[in-house]
């Protein structure tokens, strides 16, 4: 675990390794060509144990992906030192960063956040610059949530939230 220090506050964070199924890109091989032009672009999607952002992280896959794309999972924890909220957040992006390759043939980077979930996803987000942070609702209203938290205050990107599956 490593504190990061940004403003006044610190958040521990821990990155996930993740399956190496995903093809490394070789260098450009003409001398017009960029790596940032063939980079793509960088998508955060805040992801938990819940339907509905597995929901959301569907949609990020079939509506704003290319093929150059880097999608950065972001999952929001009480506490990364807790080996079994690690494990189980570790088994979860692992599972969703093979699908991502399998479905959309894009790279996986992920990242498990300690805190508030939206400001850990405001901050992560401050950090990447993303295109656009996406994510899903718990099924109940906008009131007093993370989305509507990250929605008000995340300056560093559109935000995009992807409503949820109605309960009966």
Not at 71 to 95: D, F, T
Not at 153 to 158: K, L, Q, V
Request: contains cysteine.
């Amino acid at each position: 675990m490593e504190p990061v220090k940004e403003d006044e506050e610190e958040y521990g964070w821990r990155e996930v390794q993740l399956p190496s199924l995903i093809p490394v890109v070789p260098p450009p091989e003409l001398g017009r060509e960029t790596g940032e032009r063939r980079r793509g672009r960088d998508i955060i999607v805040a992801v938990d144990h819940g339907p509905n952002s597995k929901l959301a992280f569907d949609w990020t896959l079939i509506h704003l992906c290319r093929l150059a794309d880097t999608i950065h999972l972001v999952n929001a924890v009480s506490s990364v030192s807790n080996e079994a909220v690690y494990q189980s957040s570790q088994a979860l992006m692992e599972k969703l960063a093979v699908e991502a390759f399998e479905v959309a043939m894009v790279k996986t980077v992920a990242r498990i956040v300690e805190g508030d979930a939206g400001k850990a996803i405001c901050k992560e987000a401050q950090r990447i610059m993303p295109v656009a942070v996406v994510m899903g609702t718990r099924g109940r209203s906008l009131l007093l949530s993370v989305s509507e938290y990250v929605f008000h205050n995340c300056t560093a990107a559109p935000v995009v939230i992807v409503p949820g599956i109605e309960e009966a």
